[in-house]
């Protein structure tokens, strides 16, 4: 059945469900204009209203990219792409009013990924009385790309984060446009994973973000680096440029093919670095900075990580010996040798394997596990409410991405690659109907704990109710953490021996 709604920019039209005739989804909707010709590396500009209605019914297609195909878990296969990629969507109860919102930044390290993967499917998450916004937004050098030429032009002497500035511009969107959809937009919650969730942690630093949302859950990354390495961008910036041709001028640069701009990006390794620079308008300094002075956004907050997320997603080097760890722990740390120690009889066990497990190990809870603990440190700090989780439960590993082809075969069984980065995704939208395989009942029935846990929290600033195990707030003399498995359930720290030493040595 077709719904027709009016939005501040024209009439839309959405459609049904096709799983739940309750429910209206509403399909690549634009929230800016397309990025393209002289819009290329410039900041997301306001959609131009319409006087037909316009359909949405379909979704748009994903943002340039590399192409997937054996990328473990998180492979994606072979697709269209496209600049002209700024679209967002809308599930939405049919008799919504006045509900929270949710509004999902998907991962991908801002390279890859989309918002309307099957996985992300909003019909069973709405179902439990939210309106859900999925987005896409620029990647790579499209969405990260910092060259002085770009800078120059700018009226704000900045560029690159034109990916954060894309989600910005859909917050604004939602800001004007979600009452017409029943959804609450004095009460808005931003989720996202990875790259997502390191967005919504550099967001709630960047001035331009503020009142734009009232809460928010990170899955898997925070932004909290110190940006020593190259905080501009221009060094990478200058090198990719440099690969598509000597002495260029803004308008061949803006006219280079998609395909020549993703050569040069993979032939100089611009992603190796962090794709979020601090180009002093839409992040006017490191995101830490702001939160130690108190200046980000102080808003109540979720988030969490799971237990194995290095597995394939960091480097982990073999043949490391022990003298190179010492002087990756002098390196890493400029702290005295007896935290240096204290790190090592911490990471014990991992070393007794090898030097290169335990910096493997290292390395994961440097940038996830205490990444996250700090993160809810600084957000309790500012008197808000913050609710830490771990997800210790192991999901089946499959190619969550590609529902025709999710069967991964590995050599130990599905469940030989422990808690995985992105394992959580299809049990936060409670979608293992639609993502992934070898889910068991267990699964399932920490599907729905998730999910509703993220929705109370979207409602209410908090993730309980009467039915569900307490989560308790975290509290920084305890680390006070929700374990997610079978049984889930708060506890004083997690890790925190480990936790404490990198802490006390950094």
Known sequence: MKTNIETAQGWV???SAATDPAMRVFRGLPYAQPPLGDLRWKPPQPVEPWTDLHAAD?????CWQTHSEDAFVWSRGVFERSEDCLYLNVWSPEDADHLPVMVWFHGG????GWGHNLL?????LAGLGVVLVTINYRLGPWGFLAHPLLSEESPFNSSGNYGLLDKIAALKWVQQNIEAFGGD????????QSAGSQSICALMASPLAQGLFHKAIGQSASCLGSFASDPDGFTTGKKLVAALAEDISLEQLRAVSNEQLLEAALATNWANRSRITIDGWVLPEPPVNSFVSGEAASIPLLLGCLANEGHLLFPRNDSLTATQFDNYLNQTFSSAENQHLAIKRAY??????SPGLAQHAIATDLFMALGMRQWANFNSASGQPSFLYFMDHIPPASRIYLPESAELELPGGPHSAGAYHSGDLAYVFNNLDKAGAYWSQIDQELAVIMSRYWTNFARNGHPNCEDLPVWQAYAPEQHTTMLLNASPGSRAGVRQVKLDALQAAL
């Not at 390290?109 to 890859?112: D, E, F, N, S, V």
């Open 348 to 353: 014990a066990e991992e070393l007794q394997e």
């Open 185 to 192: 937009a004095s009460n808005v919650t931003v989720f996202g």
């Open 13 to 15: 039209a959405g459609e």
């Open 109 to 112: 390290a801002h390279t890859g």
């Open 120 to 124: 992300f499917d909003g019909t069973n």
């Open 58 to 62: 379909a979704f748009s297609l994903p």
